[in-house]
């Protein structure tokens, strides 16, 4: 009897071992952005294949990053969505905790929508405008000193914008399309403005300054863009900002205002043009390949022309497809599991 309670203990205990030690179901977070073009491989993944669907939860660029680079371990993620690159310090907090072989994979191109009500007369705004509405801190009249931000009315700003009141609602901080939306709007203008460059000689934080308001001016609302795009239709008044696909998505509801005079579409998109354009990304932990075997079939599915080419499947749901020879040589690089370096993100 006591034998077999030995055998029946070592058979657990090695069962335990092999759960542990590997899986079959990928392990996927980051991005509310990315998120509808992971889940879409995900269930192609799923249905075509004899690997279980993925699980993808919407963490947001900034949650997935601190998840993904907590450890190498298998109750981590395998695969890390971003609307923006890996940023620097957290390269180095992967590195830290023993993620030390990551994979970038660029999958497409994707716009900030800066949306309304379709209700609504058409809007134009520039970057200026837009950089002014959000931030803490504005020039004075005089433009010699900063204060704090006290418009109230997009008239306030220029009178040639609408007597409407300024009320936007956004991503949240651990969101990459927050972070995009910060360097391509406010830093972008910040930085040729003498009065934040001479203020950063005394302080930094006035450098690449991107401070956004707290006055209720601007409302964090989470990382589900669908709840920006429900609050847009039950406050006429309010703008959202969130990615392009969305925007398209919900095209019989909203409408994109145009930024610099240029609209959100995936011609401008793709070609720069428009003003806030970005690339989308995912990050691979390539020491999970072995032990999650589902991993190398979904990266292949995912960047394959099926998926992210010019008339893929995720083009149908918003992704603008990246130039052929670029996809071909970024293909080439995931597929071969190229390694990041810390060079690799100094570059632009």
């Not at 401070?211 to 209720?216: L, P, T, Y």
């Not at 969130?242 to 994109?256: R, V």
């Not at 292949?300 to 992210?308: A, K, L, P």
């Not at 995931?334 to 990041?340: D, N, Q």
Request: glycine letters at 6%; aromatic letters at 8%; a positive charge.
């Amino acid at each position: 009897m006591t034998i077999k309670k030995t055998t029946l203990a070592l058979f657990a205990s090695a069962a335990l071992t092999v759960s542990l030690s590997a899986r079959d179901q990928i392990k996927i977070v980051g991005s509310s952005t990315v998120y509808p073009f992971s889940s879409a491989v995900a269930e192609e993944l799923g249905a075509t294949t004899k690997y279980p669907t993925p699980v993808v939860e919407s963490t947001g660029s900034g949650g997935g990053m601190k998840l993904f680079c907590a450890g190498n371990g298998l109750n981590t993620p395998d695969i890390t969505n971003a609307s923006r690159r890996m940023k620097t310090k957290e390269f180095k907090l992967c590195e830290e905790n023993g993620v030390t072989d990551i994979t970038e994979s660029v999958i497409g191109y994707d716009g900030i929508a800066f949306a309304q009500d379709k209700s609504n007369n058409a809007f134009n705004v520039t970057r200026e405008q837009l950089a002014l509405a959000v931030a803490e801190e504005v020039p004075s009249k005089d433009g010699k000193s900063l204060i704090k931000n006290p418009y109230k009315n997009w008239s306030d700003i220029d009178s040639s914008l609408p007597n409407r009141e300024i009320i936007v609602y956004g991503p949240p901080k651990s969101s990459g399309t927050r972070d995009a939306f910060e360097e391509l709007v406010m830093q972008h203008i910040f930085k040729k403005m003498a009065v934040y460059t001479d203020k950063a000689k005394a302080d930094k934080k006035y450098k690449k300054y991107s401070v956004i308001r707290q006055d209720g001016v601007y409302v964090p609302s989470g990382e589900n863009d669908n709840i920006i795009v429900q609050k847009l239709t039950k406050n006429k008044n309010a703008f959202g900002i969130f990615g392009f696909s969305f925007l398209e998505e919900n095209e019989d509801k909203l409408s994109g205002a145009t930024i610099n005079g240029i609209a959100a579409t995936p011609d401008n998109i793709s070609s720069a043009k428009y003003p806030v354009s970005r690339s989308l990304f995912f990050y691979t932990k390539n020491s999970h390949k072995k032990d999650v075997p589902a991993m190398n079939k979904y990266i292949e599915m995912f960047m394959s022309e099926n998926m992210i080419g010019k008339d893929g499947i995720l083009s149908e749901i918003g992704l603008i497809p990246l130039p052929q020879d670029f996809r071909t040589s970024i293909r080439k690089d995931v597929l071969a599991g190229k390694k990041l370096t810390l060079d690799d993100l100094s570059k632009k």
